[in-house]
């Protein structure tokens, strides 16, 4: 069974950095697909960055460029997004996604078959 799990959320100033992480278990192949999505209230679901574990591309929306920044380290089975000089705007939950594909990267979030439970992000002015 797969499982993701996010941590690294909490409250910080305009202007301050997170660093948030996503535990992942439960892949038998090296093929697939890590995705990082946000949800502002009463928004919808939106993409921040991905990453293939099979290649280690990465695809990162021209909107989310600049201050958001995923890495992995796979042998600790983990992704990260660090997200620096953040905004009132940037609060939300962050979720880590998952699906089973390689050589491929996608912020459609219907195509991601596993989610961690969010982390809260809020960014005080």
């Known amino acids: 069974e797969v499982q993701l799990v996010e941590s690294g959320g909490g409250l910080v100033q305009a202007g301050g950095s997170l660093r948030l992480a996503c535990l992942i278990s439960?892949?038998?192949?090296?093929?697939?697909?890590v995705g990082w999505f946000r949800q502002r209230s009463g928004k919808e679901r939106e993409g921040v960055s991905c990453?293939?574990?099979?290649?280690?591309?990465?695809y990162t929306p021209d909107s989310m460029k600049g201050r958001f920044t995923i890495s992995s380290d796979f042998a600790k089975n983990t992704v990260y997004l660090e997200l620096n000089g953040l905004y009132p705007v940037d609060t939300a939950v962050y979720y880590c996604?998952?699906?089973?594909?390689?050589?491929?990267?996608?912020?459609?979030?219907?195509?991601?078959?596993?989610w961690g439970q969010g982390t809260q992000v809020t960014v005080s002015s």
């Open positions: 996604a998952a699906v089973s594909v390689g050589y491929y990267t996608s912020l459609d979030p219907d195509e991601y078959a596993y």
């Open positions: 439960g892949f038998t192949s090296d093929d697939y697909l």
């Open positions: 990453i293939s574990h099979s290649d280690g591309s990465i």
